[in-house]
């Protein structure tokens, strides 16, 4: 549980940047922030997989390109489940969503798997 809490954490900061990065992005408020990064956790754990299954053909076609407007897809499911967050347009979903798989990537080279810091030790 503490795991998906900082993964919330981390795409609340990508979801942050995204809007202070772009015009088309915005929140209400800081609590709709945190809920559209929960909410945003939560998307992308069910309905993401089976999007991305309905999708492989095309996904294979466009060499994997296909899954940045799936991610944008998806952060826009969410901007219309929430009142307190709204997007403009389709790309500001797809800069968006991009933005925030950069940062979510960081944090999970940072923080690990397992969500804990992970130190390598190499010896010769």
Do not use: E, K
């Amino acid at each position: 549980m503490t795991y998906f809490f900082l993964r919330a954490a981390i795409a609340s900061l990508g979801l942050w940047l995204a809007s202070s990065l772009l015009s088309g992005l915005h929140f209400d408020s800081g609590g709709w922030l945190i809920l559209a990064a929960i909410l945003l956790g939560i998307v992308n754990g069910l309905v993401r997989p089976l999007v991305l299954i309905l999708t492989l053909p095309i996904t294979i076609v466009t060499l994997g390109l296909f899954l940045l407007v799936v991610n944008g897809i998806m952060l826009a499911l969410v901007a219309a489940m929430l009142p307190g967050f709204g997007i403009t347009g389709f790309w500001d979903a797809v800069w968006g969503a991009l933005i925030v798989s950069i940062v979510s990537g960081i944090g999970s080279a940072v923080f690990g798997p397992r969500g804990g810091i992970q130190v390598t030790i190499n010896r010769r």
